[in-house]
């Protein structure tokens, strides 16, 4: 008759057992220590930048500083009365915000409201092109844009109305240098009805605009939550992401291993299809010392 053994038993037995235990034990104040005092990234090949609205306790000038000692090269989705704070730490803003405007009764330009629907093009066409001067202006990149909620309409209508808002813009786009990065976002958990949802529809939309400065912006935590697949979502449509965004799945928290993505391993996918744009973490601190996470977060894609 066999006795099982327990795995502390066997490791013993293998003259394993007290290194093997002791490291596992010490691992978590290891990967703390590490969070706290390891110093910026050292490879550089992966241009990151910050979403600001992630850290609402931190003043702009104070996330500036401590971007700059990160290694950053960013602090993104801000407006441009933001832009001297960014320039006086040599900062640039990868992904500038979109406008909002009134149209009739409504703001227009945020996630639910915006190129899916033809009554709101007219004050959208103004107010992009301002917001595309002013970035172009500063020397910065992309400029977001959203889709808007479906709100009963069907998905071919919401292409073709997009088609025709976005084609108004695109030539001074295209004139000045700045691509227009229209946001994946998921309509399960975070932005119900979002019509923006899936990769094949944003691809389908950049395929009818056939312009190089229009992009989608891939989100990387948003797509694990509607798709997953995203290491090979990257590779076979990597031609039409402009910009990246990360974030914990489940729940938009640090990126390291408390969820279930392998972000240094979607960090590779992504510098393998030769992308030079910016990736932006997106992920919403759960902890107490926010920037200590995203010290950790920046040092993970460090690949």
Not at 72 to 84: A, G, I, N, R, T
């Amino acid at each position: 008759m066999s006795h099982p053994i327990s795995r502390r038993t066997a490791l013993q037995q293998l003259g394993l057992g007290t290194a093997v235990l002791a490291g596992v034990t010490a691992l978590p104040q290891t990967m703390k220590a590490l969070d706290q005092n390891s110093p910026a990234p050292a490879g550089g090949r992966v241009k990151q930048s910050v979403c600001k609205w992630c850290y609402q306790s931190v003043p702009l000038e104070e996330m500036c500083v401590a971007a700059v000692g990160m290694g950053l090269k960013s602090v993104e989705l801000l407006q441009p009365e933001d832009f001297p704070t960014l320039k006086k730490h040599g900062l640039i803003c990868a992904m500038v915000s979109n406008p909002t405007v009134p149209s009739g009764d409504v703001k227009v330009g945020g996630i639910t409201k915006a190129f899916n629907r033809l009554e709101y093009h007219d004050a959208l066409v103004p107010a992009y092109e301002a917001h595309l001067r002013a970035t172009a202006e500063a020397g910065y990149p992309n400029l977001i844009c959203f889709s808007g909620n479906r709100d009963g309409m069907a998905d071919e209508q919401g292409l073709e109305n997009c088609v025709k808002g976005l084609k108004r813009i695109l030539p001074l786009a295209e004139k000045l240098g700045v691509t227009v990065c229209m946001e994946l976002l998921n309509s399960r958990v975070n932005h119900k009805d979002y019509m923006c949802d899936r990769t094949p529809w944003g691809v389908e939309l950049c395929q009818r605009l056939g312009s190089e400065r229009f992009k989608l912006l891939y989100d990387i935590y948003h797509m694990q939550i509607m798709e997953g697949d995203v290491i090979a979502t990257i590779q076979a449509n990597h031609q039409y992401f402009g910009h990246y965004h990360t974030g914990g799945v489940p729940g938009r928290a640090e990126i390291d291993d408390t969820q279930e993505l392998n972000y240094p391993a979607i960090m590779r996918a992504i510098l393998a299809t030769g992308f030079k744009g910016y990736v932006a973490q997106e992920f919403v601190p759960k902890r107490p010392d926010v920037l200590a996470s995203l010290r950790q977060g920046v040092r993970i894609c460090d690949v």
